[in-house]
């Protein structure tokens, strides 16, 4: 009941393809840290990162008036 599974993993590869790298592309043109695109895939920090995005400083957008 609680070992292994196929289908979990392919749902863990489907979301990093779908979810996280087209994000962290977006923050790496931005001007923020790739990384923080790992915090799309948990729920309540998802909401909180968009908000984040969006409200802040751009750093890129500021080098390039």
Avoid: D, T
């Avoid at 790298?21 to 909180?48: E, F, T």
Wanted: charge should be positive; aromatic fraction near 12%.
């Amino acid at each position: 009941m609680f070992g292994f599974h196929l289908f979990g993993c392919f749902g863990i590869v489907v979301a990093l393809v779908l979810i996280v790298i087209p994000l962290a592309k977006i923050l790496g043109r931005i001007g923020h840290s790739q990384l923080l695109a790992i915090l799309a895939l948990i729920p309540p920090l998802n909401i909180v990162l968009l908000w984040y995005i969006a409200y802040s400083r751009w750093p890129r957008a500021e080098q390039n008036p």
